[in-house]
């Protein structure tokens, strides 16, 4: 099917925001309908440019007083943009993950955001990504040898359990869906067993999953 709007540029923006409705996670929406919180709720603190249909949620939980004391200690924070699409809501269906294929999402580093990064890391810091969609376009950005490049196109990158990480040494990010992409990176990032623990103790404790819910903050697994 082929859609043909009448308006184009700033006014079809216009038109879609004054009439479209705020997209929430399936697992959100099948439950209830969106609504006027959601729009602040529902974005991260970091967002600036339109074009993802999902909130990279471990963003959520940052807020600008969060971001000082961060700064306070020396901790810099560096923006990156991915266009998360629909397929980050579809879990993997083939008994392959060798036969699943990722949509391809549009992102960009920056030079500035590269050389910040990587001054960081010649200066004995660490590079931690704020959610998987930081961690899947740093990682698309980086060279065999961890160092950080300028990035500007699609990514499909399709982390699973053997892939080697290249760049990132931490990770924050929520509790995700089972047999989904998202459990599959952070598996292959602090390893399947690390993470089987870290998701029955959320379980039995009471955590919150999704969008909404918990963060944790996880160590890539040496080796």
């Known amino acids: 099917m082929t859609l043909a709007f009448a308006f ?5 923006d216009q038109a879609v925001d004054e009439r479209g409705a705020m997209p929430l ?35 959520l939980h940052f807020t600008d007083s969060l971001h000082a ?41 920056s030079t500035q955001a590269a050389d910040a ?18 961690l899947r376009l740093i990682e698309s950005a980086s060279a065999d040898d961890g160092t950080i490049r300028p990035f500007a196109g699609e990514t499909a990158l399709f982390i699973t359990p053997g892939h080697r990480l290249r760049a990132v040494d931490v990770m924050m990010t929520n509790f995700h869906l089972p ?22 103790h959320a379980i039995e404790t009471g955590y919150r999953f999704y969008s909404y819910g918990d963060a944790c903050l996880l160590f890539r697994a040496q080796g």
Do not use: C
Not at 190 to 196: A, F, H, I, N, T
């Open 8 to 12: 184009h540029g700033a006014v079809l």
């Open 25 to 59: 996670p399936p697992y959100i929406a099948a439950r209830r309908a969106p609504d006027e919180r959601d729009r602040a709720d529902y974005q991260t603190m970091f967002a600036q440019v339109d074009g993802s249909v999902a909130a990279p949620t471990a963003g």
């Open 69 to 109: 004391r961060l700064l306070q200690r020396g901790i810099t924070l560096h923006k990156v943009t991915l266009h998360v699409g629909a397929g980050t809501f579809l879990p993997v269906k083939a008994a392959d993950t060798g036969e699943h294929r990722m949509h391809a999402e549009q992102g960009s580093v």
């Open 117 to 134: 990064l990587n001054a960081a890391r010649l200066a004995g810091g660490r590079i931690v990504a704020v959610g998987s969609t930081s």
């Open 179 to 200: 047999r989904s992409t998202l459990f599959m990176l952070v598996a292959a990032f602090s390893g399947l067993d690390v993470m089987k623990r870290a998701y029955a």
